[in-house]
């Protein structure tokens, strides 16, 4: 067993991350040992990741104590980057950790930057320079590699970016120098958040974090109406929009919605969120309040101009087009559906549901020959059925502890499963329609054949 | 919580839709189209119980394909009632005579979300019908909720079906109440024999006196055709009932 990780009072005494824990007790006896827990470090850090997003939305892992934000553009909404910067550790500060951060043009400097000289800030364009004097281990490179440039005197990086490239290259690979060139702000590397990167963003940052309805809903308001202006100058829509509310004390809720078409019209917005929020088991809870509030815009697409449409066809369309976007809001778009047809013969598979919002038009043709039931069971029922053997239409049969006198009878109609899909033969299904002495008209199937398998009766379906 | 104003405003509108009556669509049964003043009433909401619930689902769909015209359907439907009596199925309904791309499909938890997904719907004046499918008696469906279903449906002119398996007849607002059971195939056709009929009996009628018809449901044409038998029919002895009915309200 090692140590894992030490704090400020153990490191003064000398103990380090990688000693054998006998080592280190055979030192200090009175040793406070904790065993680590790296699930439940990793989901920490994702918790505080989260935190951070009411800086950016743009936030990475680096596993496993370190977040990379990319804060380009932001700054000026911090009163610049030493603010920012001091903010961010006095927050996390305060909730219990202890922190170490720099900002720099790339985020591998950044990176070098908070590990080895925190609080850091790389004047821009000036990485090469700041972070030259550091070792070279501050560049996170293999253990191969950093072994390697230390056996050839390289102690740090202002020494190894003073070697010519095609050196590097030919003893340590194309990858090493690619990292290399991007610490020293030489090459862009975007790092990869863990969120994907919004179309469109628009949010509100609160002096004071606000907790009553009207002014979230004001927001929400608000904001749909910055987005619907940035939408409309690209001549777009989104299909999807999400809005983040950041609590005061580190929480974060999303709530998202999605839309058959693209769409921007702030009203339209709105009430497809007020239904969301509306349908919610537990109402969205602002704690003491949120800080920020922001509105996410993806998957933009091309839309017309929004006119007002003389085409009356064209407005129900719309109205329809919303009402589905309403109903799906509310109930969740695996509950509001279309009929799909599909290219087969069995007939639990003849039609799907597909999500209403993702449905395309497509037409039916009606079946010229046999009928089919109005209604049908999801798992066929079985029966009990007397049947003429072989083959038969039943004579009576007893469903769900009722019997029934078959007085009409059609069929059989042989539906072969489809044996090129499964791995054992299935039993063919001998389909008949059959009407009882009141009227009553049923789907039936046997399955299987009398002399070969034990066949089985069931009920399919229900005719009107 | 309305103010006096909203309340003023909303008997306007309902004293408005009064004077003017409801157009109405013809059935195509002679007897029934009659007994309902020339046909069934649109823009408003109507009732079918189920003696039997896979002829009141088809009842159910000629009555909407009737009311709806060419426009769109959204068809509402409690989970529970999927398991009971099976789900609904596009070709069953191309069968019949609908287009199912012109069906919007709403599966619902409960009665309460089915009830406020059928308010939904009937503010959209893109529909041409909403059916909802409640079984039971939840105690959320009541006098209350079905005058709520009427003032909806007469707003917008989306005519609005509640069809009811397994639930006893109560105190309603709706223009009609049908009780459904299936029909036997006439006598005579034995091979093409299959056609939707139906022992309908017009149980309540607001503006208009009851009845109780054999009406068969021609899939190609759209339209019912009164069978050559006609008469009125008695509950054969034997039959045992689908449900127990009570008449109240």
Known sequence: MRLYAVDAKAAKLKLAPGMPLADARARIPALNVVEADEPADAKLLNAIADWCERFTPLVALDAPHGLLLDVTGATHLFDGEKALLDRIRKALAKLGFAVRGAIAGSAAAARALAHYADGTIAPPQREAETIAPLPIA???????????????????????ASRTRPELTSRFGKQMVFLLDHALGKIEKPISPRRAIPDFLAEHRFAEPVATQDVIEASISSLAQNIAAMLEKHGQGARRMEAAFFRADGAVHRIAIETGAPVREPKIVERLFRERLDSLHDPLDPGFGFDVI????????RMKPETIGFDANDNIDKEIAFLTDRLSARFGSHRVLRFQSQDTHIPEAEAVTVPAQQARSHSWKRGETQRRPLRLFAKPEPIEA?????????????????LHSVARAEGPERIAMEWWRHQESMPTRDYFRVEDRE?????????????????????????? | MRTYKEQIHSLQELLRTDGQPHPRVALGHAEADARLSGGLACGTLHEVFAGDAAAATGFTT?????ASGQKQLLWIRQDFSALEQGELSATGFLDLGLDPSRVILLRAANASDALRAGADGLSCSGLGAVVMEIPGNPKILDLTASRRLVLAAERKGVTAFLLRPDARAEASAA???WIIRAAPSPENEDDDWGSPIFDAQLARNRHGGTGHW???????DGYF????????VSAPADRPAATPLRRAG
């Open chain 1, 439 to 464: 009227g009553r008209r049923f789907w039936l199937y046997r399955d299987g054949l009398y002399g070969r398998e034990h066949p089985r009766w069931f009920v399919h379906g229900v005719f009107a």
């Open chain 1, 294 to 301: 922001r509105l996410c815009a993806d998957k933009a697409e």
């Open chain 1, 386 to 402: 007397m049947a003429e053997v072989p083959d038969g239409p039943p004579l009576r049969f007893r469903w769900r502890r009722a």
């Open chain 2, 225 to 232: 055709r009164q069978t050559n038998s006609g008469a009125v």
């Open chain 2, 175 to 177: 223009e009609t109440r």
């Open chain 2, 62 to 66: 000629a009555l909407a394909l009737r």
């Open chain 1, 138 to 160: 501050a560049l996170n490179l293999d253990y191969a590699i950093t072994h390697g440039l230390r056996r050839a005197g390289l102690k740090t990086i202002g020494q190894v």
């Open chain 2, 214 to 220: 054999i009406m068969e449901w021609s899939c190609d």
